[in-house]
Structures are given as C-alpha cells and as structure tokens.
C-alpha cells in the first residue's frame, strides 16, 4: 500500500508479533487491501463512475445526525465543509459531484487523495505547519490529502496545541490550523471506513490457520468473523494457530473500529426496539467479542466487500452497490424508515433557492433596466422571472416541511427562506395594490438579499440544514404559531426598511422622482406595512411568553432573544406614534424604519452569536463579519440621508 493512504494517526498494534503472524494481522487489515490497492499502484487511470452507480449511491440512506437522509446529503455537506463548495474536481481538473467523490474516497482512495478539495484560506495556515507551499497554487487554494501528508504531524501536533486554546484568544492561522486538522481527520475517517471490505488474506500465510479454512481459498474479512467463534475457541489451544487466532482477533476488532463513521446498516429490530442503525465497527466487535449477530448484518457486510472487490470494474461495481441498497433499503423498509429518501435526492437535485437565487437577481436586473427603457414584454420578462424565482422558494420551503413533517421556521437557516419567500410575495402584493412599478423591482431584491444570506449561511456552517431538533423547540404548535407569527413580523420590518432606502436614497439620487406621488406611494407603502409588521411581532413576542411560562415555567426573563423581540416592538411603535405626532414626517418616518430593520438584524442574528441566554441556540461561526457589515451599510445610508436633509433645510432657509 502506498505509504500517501496512510491514516495521520493510524491505531498502532498493542504487542510485536512474529514475522509470519505479522503479515496475517496486516493482510486481515492494513495489507488486506492488496486487490484494492494493486489497481491504484500500477498508475492505471481508474475509470468514472457510471451514471447508474452514482444515482444508486446517491439515494443509499444513512442515519446521520439522529435522521435518515441519503448519503448524497451527506456528501454535499462533507464537500461543503472540505472544498466550501457542493462539488470538486479531479486532479486533471475533470468536474466531480459530491457523491462521485465520496464513492472514489469510500472505493478508490489512492485516486481521490489527489483531488484538491481541502480549501486553505491562508497560505500562512501552511507555515505554521511547516508545510512547503505547492507551486502555481494561490495565498488562497485547494489542496489535496497527497499535498498534505508531507506536513501530517506537524499538523496535527499544532492543531492539538492551538485546540486547547479558548476559542476568542485564537488568531486567524490558529483556527484555521485546527480546521484543516479536523478536515483532514474526517476524511480519513471515511478513507478508512471500508478497509476492511478490501482485499482477502491467504489462509497459507499464517501458521495453523489452514486448519480453519482447509480448502485454501482466500478468506474474505466477513469470513473471519463468522470464523471468530474457532477463533476463540482455538486460542485457549497449543501451537501455531492459538497465536495466530490471538493476533487474528486483536486485528479484527483494530480494523473494524475503522469502520465507525457512517451508521448504515439498519437493526433487524423494528425502530422502536432499537432506534439507533448500525455502524460496521458495531457489528464486528459484536462478532468477536461473541455476542450473536444478525445475518441481514453480515450480509450487509458482504455486499460491500462486493463492492470494493469491483471498484474498478464500473459495470460489476454498479450491480454491487444496486445489491447494497436493495438490502438496505429493504431493512430500512422493514422499520418504517427511509420512505422519504428519493424525495430529499430530489430537493438536493432540483436545488431550489441557488436556482431561485439567480431568477430573483435576473428579474431584478430585468426590472431595473425597465427603469429607462419601458416596453411591456420586457416588464413582462421581469415579472415571469421574479414569479418563477418565488415559486422555486416555496416549492423548496414544502418540500422541506414535508421532509421534516415540521413548519418552515423549526431552524435559523430555515427562517431565511421563509422570510425570502414571505418578503417577495408581500412586495409582490403591495405592487398589485399600488400598480406604480416600485413595489415590482423591490420584490426580487428582498428575495435575493434573503437567499443570498441563506446560502451563504450555508456555506459557513456546513452542516446538515435538517438537524434533529433541540427538545424544547420540538413542538410544531408553537413552531407554527409564535416561531411564524415573529418571522412574518421580521420579513415585514425589513420589506419596510426595503421601501425607506428607497425614500431616502431617492432623496439623495433621484430628488426630482422622489416628489409628489412617488414620495406620497413609497410613504404610503412603508406605513402600512410597518403597521403590519408591528402587528405580528407583538403577538409573536406574546406567545413566546406563553411558550416560556410552559417550558421553563417564567414568561419572561429578560432573556437576550426576548429583549430583542421587545426592541423590535418598541421601535416600531416609536416610529409610528412619532408620525402621527408630528414629531417628524416622511423623510424621518423612513429613517426610523431603517433604524428597525438593524434591530431586526440584532434580535435574527445577533442575540445567537452572544453565546448567552436559553435562546443561544442558533451560534455559527463567521456571522459577525456580514452582521457588522450589515450594520455599517444601514448606518451609512442614514448617516447619508441625515446629511442630506439637514442640507435642504438650510437651503430651503436661506431661500426664505
């Protein structure tokens, strides 16, 4: 085996053993992977995977995260999280899928450790692990686990150190050591999760052992393990095999405890006996310590190592995995379990909000020219784009809530595009109203702004967007009506926000539009829907009190979250009470609103990056970079009005 697949911290034996039991400890399993690795050696380009493997791939369910989903969702988080991107390439540059590339990861190691998917963001991550840098690579770049290996120890040895640092004293290369580290380690758990599928162990090469297998054929691992039972017995024997049976046993349990990344064989036992599926390691030390192992298990087993017998041989490969995922389909069936696999596959492949992400962009660039040049069939253009670029949003928000049999607010990621979606259609509805044009080309704005903030949240997470649920917001009562109630009321402070930048950048770049109708439409339009949103946020902010009094038994507690709801109310209602006062007119209605949509900002996305209080539930790293920028942009629009009227008034005095 190539010295480049070894693991950066490979389980060391526990005792020396002599040479010829040596190489039967290696062949069962390091060496065991001779037929798999002799490919790979010989320099021979392995052949892609055909189209037929990677669908069966794609919707072979897993359970990750406490849920079954396809191991397709589980490839374009691991690719999300490795490269930063759902995909990657080869080493010749060739596009790859996630699925093509944990299959090659899975079944062709020796090829997939050259694929540059580790994203480095700072090359001084590098020096800081005396890593020499790679020639025509960028201070940015992707490298491969071939590139790395060189720097194996240092790397893991700084990661260790800077690991035990607090979080808020790391620099920048510091955390960034330790996320190629824990990358790095993830991969290698999934590099060595089918080791033991690999390869057969000559039942000649150990001493006493052709007394087990006396017909001489190669011994395949599952083989071993229905074997264990002999094994035990002949260790308590004399001569050559007991020590071989001893070595063979430690060896089994080694290479088996490799195989503990993904938990997918699912339990004979219905899932209310035994909710938890299978990893492999949990059935290999179930076999060798003694205890009985179902042989819809050990089928499952044999059925990989089928699989990576004919890695590279794409035709056989694909009847092999089709034969995994009948078996484990049928378990899963068996149990109640992964009847919604086929319809995530689909979401994950129709990836609805990046393709609505774009028709909201393209209507608004469409609308945006119809600014000054006005046909209808161009209007037209951008209306189909914004409406198709909607219903892709709440065809994804559906298909999600029916996945996840919740509401389309049960996570933080979820809220987005749920405010994305409500947003666009209530522009979209103020413009059927209105009928001037401004509430048109507003809607495709907020709706790209909304997933333009979900993806990247995405991205910055890169983890599952589906999760189990923490126990106090498992209740769809309440998901349904105080989480909705508080995301409409956020969709509508920041739509409101939307129509006062148009007001107040209006004023400052378009003075001579931004009279009369047009300044009394876009005041008219920001009023009402402030109304609305002030509505909604005061009874979203009351049944979260009854929620509270029913979980933690206070229905308030000044709590980060709750202060945030009650800010969102009280600015809401100053800058309405403000208006019918007097106390200022449209221009500083506008700014007013404005200043609320930075307090929506606060209470979305900013009470869950202070890491306190019982509604801390939502922190993501990197958020307080675009949340601070966020806040400088919305504070230099303001700035930027104020200036601007306090200009005119001294003009319009000196006129007098």
């Given at each position: ?8 911290r490979?389980?060391a ?47 072979l369910?897993?359970?990750?995260g ?8 589980f ?14 390439t ?18 062709r ?39 790395l290996?060189?720097?194996r ?19 920048h290369?510091?955390?960034g ?31 006493g052992?052709i ?6 054929k ?8 229905v ?18 049976a001893t ?16 938990a ?10 035994v909710?938890t ?8 030390e ?13 089928a499952?087993?044999?059925?990989w190592?089928?699989v ?19 078996q ?16 995530e ?17 393209l209507?608004?660039l469409?609308?945006?020219?119809t ?7 161009l209007?037209?253009?951008g209306?189909?784009?914004?409406a ?8 994804g928000?559906?298909?999600?809530c029916v ?15 749920f ?5 666009a ?12 044009g ?22 910055i ?12 917001l ?6 349904s ?5 508080i ?11 939307a129509?006062a ?15 009369g109708?047009n ?12 109304c ?7 009874v979203?902010t ?14 308030w507690?000044w ?5 945030g709801?009650l ?10 009470h ?5 106390l200022?007119?449209t ?7 404005i ?31 675009g ?27 000196r006129?007098?």
């Open positions: 085996m190539s010295p480049l697949v070894t693991p950066v490979p389980p034996p526990r005792r020396r053993a002599g040479l010829l039991v040596a190489v039967a400890v290696a062949a069962v399993g390091v060496a065991l992977a001779v037929a798999g690795t002799a490919a790979g050696a010989s320099g021979a380009p392995a052949r892609p995977w055909p189209a037929d493997a990677v669908s069966i791939a794609a919707r369910p897993i359970q990750e406490g849920r079954i989903m396809p191991l397709a969702t490839a374009d988080v691991l690719l999300l999280r490795l490269n930063h991107k759902k995909g990657g080869d080493a010749e540059g060739n596009a790859l899928t996630p699925t093509e590339i944990l299959l090659d990861i899975l079944l190691p020796e090829r997939a450790q050259t694929y540059p998917i580790f994203v480095v963001d700072d090359d001084a991550v590098l020096d800081a692990v005396g890593m020499a840098h790679v020639a025509g690579k960028n201070k940015r770049d992707r490298y491969s686990l071939t590139d290996y060189g720097a120890d240092r790397l893991w040895d700084r990661a260790d150190a800077y690991a035990r640092l607090p979080r808020a004293k790391r620099t290369v510091e955390d050591v330790v996320e190629l580290r824990d990358n790095v380690r993830a991969y290698l758990d999934l590099r060595w999760y089918l080791e033991f599928a690999r390869g057969a162990l000559d039942p000649k090469s150990a001493p052992l007394e087990l297998f006396p017909d001489g190669p011994v395949r691992f599952t083989q071993l393990l074997a264990a039972p002999r094994l035990r017995a002949a260790t308590t024997t004399s001569g050559e095999l007991a020590s071989t070595q063979l046993l430690e060896s089994l349990s080694q290479q088996g405890a490799l195989a503990s990344r993904l997918s064989i699912p339990p004979a036992e219905g899932a209310e006996k909710p599926w299978l990893r492999p390691s949990e059935v290999i179930a076999a060798v310590a003694g205890a009985p192992v179902a042989d819809e298990s050990l499952v087993l044999r059925a190592e089928a990576a017998a004919a890695a590279d041989e794409p035709s056989v490969a694909t009847e092999a995995l089709r034969h995994v995922a009948d484990v389909q049928a378990l899963a069936e068996a149990r109640g379990e992964g009847g919604k696999v086929g319809l596959v689909f979401l994950n492949r129709l990836n609805p909000f990046r393709r609505a992400l774009w028709g909201y962009l209507g608004f469409v609308l945006a020219a600014w000054m040049w006005r046909p209808r069939w209007v037209r253009v209306v189909g784009l914004t198709a670029a909607l219903l892709l949003n709440v065809a928000i559906v298909i999600r996945l996840r049999d919740r509401p389309p607010m049960s996570t933080l990621y979820e809220t987005t595009l405010i994305a979606a409500f947003a259609t209530a522009a979209l509805v103020v413009e059927w109203i209105s009928r001037r401004i509430a048109l080309a507003v809607a495709p704005f907020v709706g790209a702004l909304g997933l333009f903030v979900s993806n990247r949240y995405e991205e997470h890169a983890s599952d967007t589906m999760p189990q649920l923490r126990a106090v498992d209740t769809n009562f309440w998901l009506t105080h989480v909705t109630c995301g409409i009321g956020y969709a509508a402070t920041l739509l409101a926000s129509f930048h148009v007001t107040v950048l209006g004023r400052i770049v378009a003075p001579r539009w931004m009279r109708e300044e009394t439409a876009v005041a008219r339009m920001t009023y009402g829907i402030v609305f949103a002030l509505v909604f946020s005061v979203g009351i049944l979260g009190g009854i929620w509270a009094n029913d979980s933690w038994g206070r229905f507690g709590d980060p979250k709750e202060n709801a800010l969102i109310c009280l600015v809401q209602l100053a800058a309405l403000g208006r019918m006062g007097g200022f007119r221009f500083g209605f506008a700014q007013m609103t200043f609320g949509g930075m307090v929506v900002a606060f209470s979305w996305w900013g009470v869950n990056l202070l890491e306190i209080g019982l509604h801390s539930y939502g922190f993501t790293k990197g958020v307080w970079t949340l601070l920028l966020f806040w400088g942009v919305e504070a230099a629009a303001m700035v930027a009005g104020g200036v601007h009227w306090l200009r005119a008034r001294e003009a319009a005095s006129a007098a």
